[in-house]
């Protein structure tokens, strides 16, 4: 058996994100941060639909296959780490120390552009049609903003998502004919 069956990335990330989430979420709360984890899985099924025949990006697993991988990804370890990112994000703009937020941005866009990183690098995740881990980067910086956005003002945050959504497909040529 290889050893990337016995090690599958996804589903690591995937463990480790629920057990982080089951330990130091906000659970009390979890109606809150639930509109919001619904918009980050549906803009991501969103990417995979019009995405699928000319991917910027793909989860690569010999056990899951991409699809399994994006399935098991988008249902349980992105909802967990952003019901992590939401929970510690309130506690922090509650505290006295506001002034720090851009920071706790910078750590997350560092944690999940490092996630990526390894995952490229072992095998697990490629880069497809022009994107990088530059893109994934910046790419961070407009998604962790507009999260928060979210939780504060749904109707903006989907506005933003729709003019991104759009200005990506652009700049990569997208081609709407490769639409399903």
């Known amino acids: 058996m290889q050893w990337s069956l016995l090690l599958d990335f996804q589903i690591i990330v995937t463990i480790v994100s629920l057990l982080a989430a089951w330990k ?7 109606e809150l941060y639930y509109p919001t984890l619904l918009f ?3 803009v991501n099924f969103v990417y995979n639909l019009i995405s699928y025949n000319f991917p ?7 056990l899951l296959k991409t699809t399994g991988s994006d399935l098991l990804l988008n249902l349980t370890a992105f909802p967990a780490l952003i019901l992590l990112y939401l929970t510690h994000l309130v506690r922090l703009l509650q505290s006295q120390k506001k002034r720090y937020m851009p920071l706790y941005l910078l750590g997350w866009i560092v944690f999940l552009a490092s996630l990526e990183w ?5 095998g697990f995740f490629s880069y497809h049609n022009g994107w990088s881990i530059w893109w994934s980067l ?8 507009v999260i928060w956005l979210h939780f504060k003002k749904p ?8 003019f991104f ?3 990506f497909m652009g700049h990569f040529g997208l081609p709407f004919s490769s639409i399903k």
């Open 165 to 167: 959504t759009f200005l």
């Open 24 to 30: 130091f979420g906000d659970w009390k709360h979890w």
């Open 138 to 145: 910046l790419f961070d910086c407009i998604m962790f903003p």
């Open 56 to 62: 910027l990006w793909e989860y690569e697993s010999p």
């Open 155 to 162: 109707l903006w945050a989907v506005a933003l998502a729709v």
């Open 118 to 122: 390894t995952s490229y690098n072992l």
């Open 40 to 42: 980050t899985v549906l």
